[in-house]
């Protein structure tokens, strides 16, 4: 039953991404979805695997790392999303393919260490994204847009990362196009010091065709495809 909940919505959503790169004359193939998974369970992350989702996301700790372990054997691309305290880099470090919050220099120098002992090198760096802040509130993370810059060089620069670009949540109950339109320039001018660094993280449940018209190459999808969030009980 809850297989066929799952892929219901995986459809429903994928018309919706359809429709939103038609609509910003995108290619499909541009745009790579990411079910953010948090609060439910290992099983559910197994059986969108089996519906072919490639990209799951996490946003705690303490939580994804025992639902990763859980799902070693599976082909997915583990993308941590949440705010990361510096304690916790090496336990992240240890599961995680891509790291979308990182948004301070201690953070960078903690990752770095943790890619590096836990052997991530030589095409396995631990890929990490800038998060930019697109309002002034300091306790949803990410860097001012004029430090961007800066923070990139010091991941580009640090041993066991990789940069891969930039990441953004579009501000409370503001207008989701003209924060996603910031983020794209600040990508443009990341892109143009680090061309590797492709990566537009925008875009959740509800703001997803405005983050596709403004190049976000990967969606960060909960809600619409695993429904509303309760309380995580174990
Ligand atoms: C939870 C979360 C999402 C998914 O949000 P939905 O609105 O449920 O799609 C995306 N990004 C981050 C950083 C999140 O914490």
Redesign the pocket.
Known sequence: MRRDELSRNLAALEDRVAAACAAAGRAREEVTVIA?T?TYPASDVRLLAGLGVTDV?E?RDQEAAPKAAECADLPLTWHF??QLQSNKARSVASYADVV?SVDRERLVGALSRAAVSAGRHGGRELRCLVQVALDDDPDRGGVRPEDALRLAGAIARAEGLALGGVMA?APLGGDPGKAFGRLAEVARAVREEHPGARVISAG???DLEEAVAHGATHL?????LLGR?KPFVR
């Open positions: 953010v948090k996301g946003n999303v949440g979308h949540v959740m449940s509800g960060r999808i909960g809600t619409a969030r």
